[in-house]
């Protein structure tokens, strides 16, 4: 296992400086001096070079990637452009937002998609399975910004329920009190469409593909009560589940743009938008990278937590 | 049968028959499947009334006017209501399909192509070529396909072009693995041992066998990317990344509508709700395609 372990580990070494090229050729694809947000074009041509010195852009390419990876690595963001303040501070604050929605969002939908999705595997062809099968589809075709806006109409304009935006009332942080939950639950449901629809289909799939092994009917011919054949398919069922579960953690915590947009909340899909529109490079190079290595270690987790639930997967 | 055929003096030699080809079957199965049928019927009205949305829409989609803003649903000459603008909804929504269509279908075309051929390379050539190519895909998997969209696109700022640069980016790793997984298959498959030691060279292995083996389940596959692609093409035009004002585009009017969600909720829905019907049909018509032309992936 700890062998395992620590090839998984030197494996994702070389994906992660992926990505933080990835992230450093950002600066590189925008259009335009990145100076440009800085000062401005019409400003005069010496202080323009000793910014370009400043911020090191006169080095060449390799070598302007190795300060970037070497601030990286000691946690220095760089600072925002349109406010001046370390990236990494602001980011601290927006990613702790993103995972109360992302967490809820994932109690929500990884619970009902599991159930769902384990009752119809086991009553295949039944009416759950029909069910399941709908809110698969929902799940997977549904613009979910649009749902957020169809949820905001429904539960705020027309029957005035739930707050329709923001995180609390007059913008302060959060807390576990009625009004930041009644805030919270419209973009949680929202998100949570979608990990249920993906979820319910893999669950249904794994059991139904599990339930036609020739150990379960080795088992139920042995005589076993539904108890301990069920016991039997859970583990059978679980490290692929696992996967899933992870993957659409990670989906939930970098796809929450669009969510956050809809629902104005404080995040890192916020951020996101801030740094789009005001063309602050530093702050959309700080938040893509940070969502991108939680997701790559997500990934880890999740490859270590499958070969601990599943003997095979440690000796491929 | 066998009596007619024994009255008969001169038994006549059975006719042979041709078993139906794989795709009369294909067609057959389609043919019976209600479902795919219906999908594929409201997305060729969904595409032809694009096509023809100069000749459908009763206005023009572009035109303003500041004291018929937002109408409700079924006023007389704004069958659907007006926008912020005051620009006939319907109008707008035929239109709008056009953008929607094209950034939801380009990107998928193009990842096809470009990932389609890195994946065969990648697995026809295994080695070091697969190495490469694959490790890279693999950092590219590294981000959430959302998140992937929006750096790209947020970097290059918005525009159309830039819109469809970033989704094929972001389609192209997915390609290539599904490309890579199925030529691996079918290059370990007897006949290509046999074609390669009856003197084939590579390209000719690639076209003759390995091709119409592969370009099936890819093609599923990216069929089935398609309703992914829509929705976030839209979703970059709802952020304000994707096509731009005034353009009539099914994204873009769900953002800019989202100021009217108090004045006129259900005129402002419309074009998600129009998203959503071509997604959900694209999906089921993905799926019983692949359940038609028996992939398995």
């Known amino acids: 296992m700890f062998a395992y372990i620590l090839r998984r580990i030197l494996y994702i070494v070389p994906i992660a400086l992926g990505v933080t090229l990835l992230v450093f050729a950002l600066v590189h694809i925008a259009p335009g001096d ?4 800085v000062v401005g074009p019409d400003a005069p041509a010496e202080v323009v070079e000793s910014l370009r010195r400043a911020y090191g852009f006169d080095r060449p390419l390799p070598v302007q990637y190795l300060i970037y990876l070497g601030n990286v690595l ?57 069910l399941a099968t709908l809110v698969t589809v929902i799940g997977v075709s549904v613009p979910h910004y649009w749902l957020g806006m169809v949820l905001v109409i429904v539960m705020a304009v027309e029957l005035n329920l739930l707050p329709a935006m923001g995180m609390a009332p007059g913008g302060e942080g ?12 419209l973009p949680v449901i929202t998100m949570s469409v979608i990990p249920m629809g993906i979820v319910a289909r893999s669950v249904r799939a794994t059991v139904a593909e599990v339930l036609q092994q020739e150990f379960v009917q080795a088992l139920r011919a042995k005589g076993l009560g539904r108890g301990p054949v069920l016991r039997h ?23 929450s743009i669009l969510i956050e947009t809809v629902f104005s909340w404080p995040g890192t899909g916020f951020l996101l938008n801030e740094a789009i529109f005001k063309r602050d ?36 | ?69 937002l109408r409700p649903i079924g006023t007389p000459n704004y069958p659907l209501g007006s926008d912020e603008l005051g620009r006939d909804m319907l109008s707008r929504l035929l239109h709008g399909g056009r953008m929607s269509l094209v950034m939801g279908i380009l990107p998928v075309l193009n990842a096809l192509i470009i990932g389609g051929l890195l994946g065969i390379a990648a697995g026809f050539f295994g080695g070091r070529l697969n190495m490469a190519i694959m490790r890279t895909i693999d950092v590219l998997y590294a981000f959430p396909s959302v998140l992937l969209a929006v750096a790209i696109s947020g970097a290059l700022g918005s525009g159309l072009t830039n819109a469809i640069v970033a989704l094929t980016i972001v389609f192209i790793p997915p390609l290539a693995r599904i490309a890579e997984t199925v030529t691996t298959q079918v290059r370990g498959m007897d006949f290509v041992d046999a074609a390669r030691a009856s003197g084939a060279g590579s390209l000719t292995i690639i076209r003759v066998h390995l091709l119409p083996n592969v370009l099936g389940p890819i093609f599923v596959y990216a069929s089935g990317l398609v309703s992914v692609c829509i929705i976030l093409a839209s979703g970059l035009s709802f952020l304000g990344l994707g096509v731009e004002p005034p353009q009539a585009e099914w994204g873009l009017m769900l953002n800019t509508l989202r100021q009217a969600i108090y004045v006129q909720p259900w005129v402002a829905v419309l074009p998600g709700l129009l998203i959503f019907v071509t997604s959900i049909c694209c999906n089921l018509a993905s799926d019983g395609l692949r359940t038609a032309m028996e992939v398995k992936l």
């Open chain 1, 74 to 130: 000691t946690g220095d963001l760089g600072q925002s452009v349109a406010t001046g303040r370390p990236v990494v501070a602001d980011l601290g604050r927006a990613l702790g937002n993103t995972l109360i929605l992302s967490v809820g969002a994932a109690i929500v939908g990884f619970t009902s998609g599991i159930l769902l999705g384990a009752l119809a595997g086991w009553h295949r062809g039944g009416l759950t399975d029909r």
């Open chain 1, 233 to 255: 398919v859970v583990r059978n069922v679980a490290p692929t589940i696992v996967s899933v579960l992870g993957l659409q953690f990670g989906y939930l915590l970098g796809g």
């Open chain 1, 281 to 316: 490079i530093p702050l959309l190079q700080g938040t893509i990278l940070m969502l991108g290595l939680f997701f790559v270690l997500l990934n880890l987790l999740v490859d270590i937590a499958q070969a601990a639930l599943d003997p095979r997967m440690r000796r491929s």
């Open chain 1, 34 to 37: 990145p100076l440009n947000a």
């Open chain 2, 1 to 69: 049968m066998d009596a007619t055929a024994a009255s008969s003096p001169a038994p006549a030699r059975p006719r042979p028959v041709r078993s139906p080809g794989y795709w009369t079957m294909v067609g057959r199965r389609l043919r019976r499947d209600p479902v795919t049928m219906a999908c594929l019927a409201v997305l060729l009205l969904i595409v032809l009334s694009a096509v023809f949305a100069d000749l459908l829409a009763p206005a023009d989609p572009y035109k303003a006017s500041m004291i018929r803003r």
């Open chain 1, 174 to 185: 959060w807390g576990f009190t009625t009004t930041h939950l009644k805030h919270a639950v």
